[in-house]
């Protein structure tokens, strides 16, 4: 994990340089020399499910360094119960915002309070979302709600506060087993890069169109739509026994 965040750091560090040179000295960009920072950092991140372990580290370190209300979630792992091969067998799915690059939330907004940033990652403006959730019905991983603190949608944010200091979001320093990997899709040197490159990974409803940010290793194909299993396992612990959807 520490050699993890200092290439992170360097990372960060090295598409801040270029996009304050792109906005203060892009005429020393040497011509016709393509960089792969050009355009800044666009955030990403890998979910390896063949790590997931379904602590939940990650759903409680969201929820304590964004001061989540109680009952909600802007990162969960499902625990699922399916039969495969008729065979029952348990399955974990971690799920957050998939910022994606088509987002869907975004067209629909009324009043533009979602957007998504040069960086990729998508945002809600809480002093201008009216709390209509028609962002809520149009997302089609589940991954908002309404904050009853705020009366606005809330939902995953990457922990801008924390990548913009240099480190990672919080679900993905507390991941005990090295899950979540996070980091710039624009450079090829980045550790995300460099696993989407080199493994295969699937992205959860690839039928809709929307572009997922977030990629996962491992993924049953059963598992990228619709959930046809039991959820045994909510993100507050609490055992449960319907069908869910994603």
Same mark, same amino acid.
């Given at each position: 994990?520490?050699?993890?965040?200092?290439?992170?750091?360097?990372?960060?560090?090295?598409?801040?340089?270029?996009?304050?040179?792109?906005?203060?000295?892009?005429?020393?960009?040497?011509?016709?020399?393509?960089?792969?920072?050009?355009?800044?950092?666009?955030?990403?991140? *890998? +979910? &390896?499910?063949?790590? %997931? #372990? !379904? /602590?939940?580290? =990650?759903?409680? @370190? $969201?929820?304590?360094?964004?001061?989540?209300?109680?009952?909600?979630?802007?990162?969960?792992?499902?625990?699922?119960?399916?039969?495969?091969?008729?065979?029952?067998?348990?399955?974990?799915?971690?799920?957050?915002?998939?910022?994606?690059?088509?987002?869907?939330?975004?067209?629909?907004?009324?009043?533009?309070?979602?957007?998504?940033?040069?960086?990729?990652?998508? *945002? +809600? &403006?809480?002093?201008? %979302? #009216? !709390? /209509?959730?028609? =962002?809520?019905? @149009? $997302?089609?991983?589940?991954?908002?709600?309404?904050?009853?603190?705020?009366?606005?949608?809330?939902?995953?944010?990457?922990?801008?506060?924390?990548?913009?200091?240099?480190?990672?979001?919080?679900c993905v320093e507390t991941c005990v087993s090295g899950?979540?990997?996070?980091?710039?899709?624009?450079?090829?040197?980045?550790?995300?890069?460099?696993?989407?490159?080199?493994?295969?990974?699937?992205?959860?409803?690839?039928?809709?169109?929307?572009?997922?940010?977030?990629?996962?290793?491992?993924?049953?194909?059963?598992?990228?739509?619709?959930?046809?299993?039991?959820?045994?396992?909510?993100?507050?612990?609490?055992?449960?026994?319907?069908?869910?959807?994603?």
């Open positions: 994990m520490g050699n993890e965040r200092r290439n992170f750091m360097k990372v960060l560090g090295a598409g801040l340089a270029v996009t304050a040179l792109s906005a203060g000295t892009a005429g020393a960009t040497s011509a016709g020399k393509k960089s792969a920072q050009k355009d800044g950092p666009r955030w990403g991140m *890998v +979910v &390896d499910l063949r790590l %997931c #372990i !379904g /602590c939940q580290a =990650c759903t409680v @370190a $969201c929820s304590t360094e964004n001061q989540i209300p109680l009952g909600h979630f802007r990162t969960i792992v499902s625990s699922y119960e399916v039969t495969s091969g008729g065979r029952p067998r348990r399955y974990t799915l971690p799920r957050l915002c998939n910022h994606c690059a088509k987002p869907a939330c975004v067209t629909v907004c009324p009043t533009q309070a979602t957007r998504q940033r040069s960086d990729g990652a998508v *945002v +809600v &403006d809480n002093t201008v %979302c #009216i !709390g /209509c959730g028609y =962002c809520i019905q @149009a $997302c089609p991983y589940d991954a908002r709600f309404i904050n009853p603190l705020t009366k606005t949608a809330d939902k995953c944010t990457f922990c801008l506060h924390r990548i913009e200091a240099g480190l990672l979001p919080a899950a979540r990997t996070f980091g710039d899709l624009n450079d090829p040197r980045s550790a995300v890069s460099r696993l989407l490159a080199t493994v295969p990974t699937q992205v959860l409803k690839k039928d809709m169109g929307t572009a997922p940010r977030v990629f996962y290793i491992g993924l049953d194909e059963d598992f990228s739509g619709r959930v046809e299993g039991r959820q045994v396992l909510n993100p507050a612990g609490q055992a449960e026994h319907q069908e869910d959807s994603i």
